[in-house]
């Protein structure tokens, strides 16, 4: 069976400050790998994603993530933060036997001036 | 640029009446998802249907909880009696093929609050 953990449940940050939110997986098999983020009473929206190729994966709004098979990681990362980016963010993880999406419990991304 | 509806967007009841959710996928996606998000925990799969098929269930709750999609389009979720721990989000997505490659896309949810 898939499982994802995201070992922070908060992460505070400051405007402009780098921010990384970290996301490990379990599965068996070959996986595909998900960044979703979650405005305030809303549905999700992809961020990126990993399927196959080069393990350095860029998404929207300057978010860039990782791929490490060894470490079995997933880590988004942004080199700098906006107040605006204050959301909460889901890891996902689905393979190649099991189609649907298998969340973590999410990182609540908190920026302050 | 196409997105998955949902209605109502919030809905309060009181335990053991009934309560039914609705969603319309965006045009020419074939599956379509429900899912379960409580607060504090990420969204949880209840039901996957492929066009008019359900092709997986096994988390669903089917003493209380129904969902259809009869003509492959638009779909309801239907959960009666409500009861006290039904409080959550439910969000309805869909993708073009249901591929686990494919991107799922959300729409906007339905909170439920059942007093």
């Known amino acids: 069976a898939q499982s994802v953990t995201q070992l922070d449940s908060q992460v505070p940050v400051f405007e402009e400050a780098p921010v990384e939110l970290r996301c490990n997986y379990s599965?068996?098999?070959?996986?595909?790998l998900f960044w979703y983020v979650q405005y305030p009473n809303q549905g999700l929206q992809l961020l990126l994603k990993?399927?196959?190729?080069?393990?350095l994966v860029k998404g929207i709004n300057g978010f860039e993530a990782e791929f490490n098979k060894s470490q079995t990681s997933f880590h988004l990362r942004k080199p700098s933060v906006h107040i605006s980016d204050t959301a909460e963010y889901f890891c996902?993880?689905?393979?190649?036997?099991?189609?649907?999406?298998?969340f973590g419990k999410g990182t609540m991304l908190l920026v302050s001036p | 640029e196409a997105e998955v509806a949902q209605s109502p967007r919030y809905k309060i009841t009181e335990k053991s009446q009934a309560v039914a959710f609705w969603c319309d996928p965006i045009?020419?996606?074939?599956?379509l998802y429900w899912y379960r998000q409580i607060l504090g925990q990420g969204p949880e799969l209840l039901v996957q249907?492929?066009?008019?098929?359900?092709?997986?269930d096994s988390q669903l709750p089917k003493d209380r909880f129904s969902a259809e999609r009869l003509k492959g389009v638009d779909s309801t979720l239907k959960i009666q009696p409500a009861e006290l721990g039904d409080s959550a989000m439910y969000l309805c997505?869909?993708?073009?093929?249901?591929?686990?490659?494919?991107?799922?896309?959300f729409g906007p949810g339905t909170r439920l609050t059942v007093l």
């Open positions: 997505a869909s993708s073009f093929s249901g591929r686990a490659t494919d991107t799922q896309y």
């Open positions: 599965s068996s098999v070959s996986v595909y």
């Open positions: 990993y399927l196959s190729g080069s393990t």
């Open positions: 996902a993880v689905s393979d190649q036997r099991y189609s649907t999406l298998t």
């Open positions: 045009s020419g996606h074939a599956t």
């Open positions: 249907f492929q066009d008019e098929s359900v092709v997986d």
